[in-house]
């Protein structure tokens, strides 16, 4: 069960998602932690998730501002990819 975590502060708009668990990286996790037979074999998926975790509240204690790749992803995009189009 997620819910909203209140820490009074400033902070970006995916980072309240980061604090109160919702964003990619913790659901990820999720799904790793209780996909039966995945966790071990996903031991370095679940590192990686870590430290985009740790790199993201590095960069906003920085900058103020969510990270670029964070900041500047649209779905647009990924669907064009997908259906390997080029951009315009």
Not at 2 to 31: A, I, Q, S
Not at 46 to 69: N, S, V
Not at 78 to 86: L, W
């Amino acid at each position: 069960m997620r819910g909203y975590k209140e820490n009074g502060t400033t902070t970006t708009p995916f980072d309240m998602v980061v604090l109160n668990d919702l964003d990619r990286f913790h659901l990820v996790g999720d799904v790793i932690d209780r996909v039966p037979g995945l966790g071990s074999r996903a031991a370095y998926a679940k590192q990686f998730l870590r430290d985009k975790l740790l790199d993201h509240k590095a960069y906003i204690e920085k900058h103020g501002e969510d990270m670029p790749e964070i900041r500047n992803w649209k779905w647009e995009e990924v669907a064009r990819k997908k259906r390997k189009v080029p951009a315009k």
